[in-house]
């Protein structure tokens, strides 16, 4: 019985300490919670139109709260210019946060900005709400003139980029045809081989003699490459001066032929020239086939007779005639052109070569459509490698990069609308239906209610309908600019047919929609589906996307 007592008294005196401890954490927690303070200023209560106030909201709380401030268009009806950065003093375990926030006006008029939230560990805390008043700017028309606003003026496309591919493209041709001329086309200095055989029979074999004169053949005892080398010197001099087979003669054959054309009178040879003639091809065949060795002497002696023979059947030939002269050169001209064409065709067929590999280079590398549209061209292809526009549309502003530059349309509001809208800016590049269009809208109204997205979205969609477009699937998701504005998307597909080819083909579109109290703006982009050149525009198009209050 004393030890159920004892841990009887031992539990309750557990449960006695769990509950003061408790009790004196609850003030703990409560101080945690209540002692985050939230304030508010502006530092001036009235401006001029375009003038900006700033209005700083200042939070003190514990280091490991999460505060979260206004984000977006929340002091409406003032218009937010820019939120600065948040500036952060750090005390032992303390933290004092402040944000400043830059705000205008553009109509005259007094305005109330109402509380704004601040969430601390999601706890709401409201500021107060200023009264702010917006006075007009008194212009002395007297002193400074008024004038017409100046209408949009056309601008020349920029071709600086296709100068600089043209420039490339040139310097490519010149390098192909300078090496093509190099090494085809030009004249090329003749080797002393090829100069020694442009001459003429006659000159050609007193050089090779004269050559063979200054050989060591003689000296080296090589008799049989001597008088070789001197029968062919003058059997191909008779070969193409003389008109006679005597390469391929014997002996007593060429002697024989000789003989024939002395006789005939077409060869006005001595007989003791052709005997002389006769000897020394009779001690060349002996010493080519016998192994005949002559002595030094008469193997000189042999060449300067062979030296004469050439002189003397050169002389003993009579001179061509008009018609063979002229049949010389006809025959010299076409061997050159033939060369000629030769060259060309070798230029060409390189040409070619080059042309072929680059091309099945590109198809491997690049791909079939690439290189297709590259060389041919294609609309939205152009457009995305073409000279981008930055630039900043209607009021309250859109801002967005774009191929080119949107042109303002003036659209006419049916009179229910008229009844709300104050004033509607689009501005637009391409059309609906075509191959890519990109439109943004600024609408303010003449009340500061909250905008309707939905019946601008089913607006939008009715008027592709109306344009040919069927089969619409819509899709909604929520978007983010850069600076972390949000808005909603809308995304989808549809099916349009060309009225004038009857040609189908599926179409894909954005719908971008921004806005708060009293004003609405709105993206709008259309693009053939599966056209990757169009993809990348619109990727390039959404990353640059901003919406904003100010011009």
């Not at 008799?223 to 087979?245: A, G, N, W």
């Not at 690049?366 to 292809?381: E, H, I, L, N």
Request: aromatic share 10%.
């Amino acid at each position: 019985m004393k030890l159920v007592k004892y841990i009887s008294e031992i539990q309750q005196s557990s449960l006695k300490l769990r509950i003061v401890c408790f009790m004196a954490f609850i003030p703990l927690f409560g101080f945690s919670q209540n002692t985050s303070k939230v304030s508010s200023k502006i530092d001036t209560t009235s401006i001029r139109i375009g003038e900006q106030i700033q209005y700083i909201i200042t939070v003190e709380t514990d280091s490991i709260n999460i505060v979260h401030f206004p984000e977006g268009q929340t002091f409406s009806p003032l218009e937010t210019v820019e939120a600065l950065l948040t500036d952060t003093i750090k005390e032992s375990n303390r933290v004092k946060l402040q944000r400043i926030y830059a705000l205008t006006q553009f109509d005259s008029g007094s305005y109330t900005i109402p509380p704004q939230r601040i969430a601390i560990n999601e706890q709401p805390f409201f500021t107060d709400s200023f009264q702010i008043k917006v006075a007009d700017v008194v212009v002395d028309t007297t002193k400074q003139k008024m004038y017409d606003i100046k209408p949009l003026i056309q601008v020349d496309r920029s071709y600086a980029k296709l100068w600089w591919i043209i420039f490339w493209v040139v310097l490519a041709l010149l390098i192909i045809g300078g090496l093509v001329y190099w090494f085809f086309l030009r004249k090329k200095p003749l080797t002393e081989e090829e100069k020694e055989a442009l001459l003429p029979p006659y000159d050609r074999a007193l050089l090779e003699l004269k050559r063979l004169e200054n050989s060591r053949y003689l000296i080296q005892d090589e008799y049989k490459k001597y008088y070789s080398e001197l029968t062919d010197i003058v059997r191909s001099y008779l070969e193409e001066d003389v008109q006679v087979t005597a390469l391929e003669s014997t002996t007593d054959q060429l002697i024989t032929k000789l003989e024939m054309l002395k006789d005939s009178g077409e060869l006005q040879l001595e007989d003791e020239t052709i005997k002389q003639f006769q000897q020394i091809l009779r001690t060349a065949d002996l010493v080519k086939f016998a192994r005949s060795k002559p002595s030094t002497s008469v193997a000189e002696q042999d060449r300067k007779l062979v030296e004469e023979i050439v002189v003397k059947t050169h002389d003993a030939l009579p001179e061509p005639t008009e018609e063979e002269l002229l049949l010389n050169e006809e025959y010299l001209e076409e061997l050159a052109k033939k060369k000629q064409r030769r060259r060309i065709y070798w230029a060409a067929a390189i040409f070619a070569g080059l042309l072929i590999l680059g091309t099945t280079f590109s198809l491997i590398f690049f791909g079939a459509k690439q290189v297709r549209d590259t060389v041919f061209g294609y609309p939205t292809k152009d457009l995305l490698e073409g000279e981008w526009v930055f630039s900043s549309y209607g009021y309250p502003p859109v801002e967005l990069e774009t191929p080119d530059v949107l042109v303002r349309n003036e659209a006419e509001l049916p009179e229910e609308a008229q009844e709300l809208v104050k004033e509607l800016q689009t501005f637009r590049y391409g059309s609906y239906v075509g191959l890519f269009g990109v439109s943004t809208s600024s609408v303010t109204y003449k009340e500061q209610t909250e905008p309707n997205f939905e019946a601008a979205i089913a607006g939008t969609l009715s008027t592709f309908e109306a344009l040919g477009l069927k089969n619409i699937i819509t899709k909604q998701e929520e978007f983010t600019t850069k600076s972390g504005v949000q808005g909603l998307k809308t995304y989808g597909t549809g099916n349009y047919k060309n009225p004038l080819n009857n040609e189908s083909k599926k179409a894909k579109y954005n719908i971008l929609s921004f806005g708060g109290k009293g004003f609405m703006q709105q993206v709008i982009i259309t693009w053939e589906d599966g056209d990757e050149y169009a993809e990348q525009i619109v990727d390039r198009i959404l990353g640059s996307l901003e919406v904003k209050t100010q011009a």
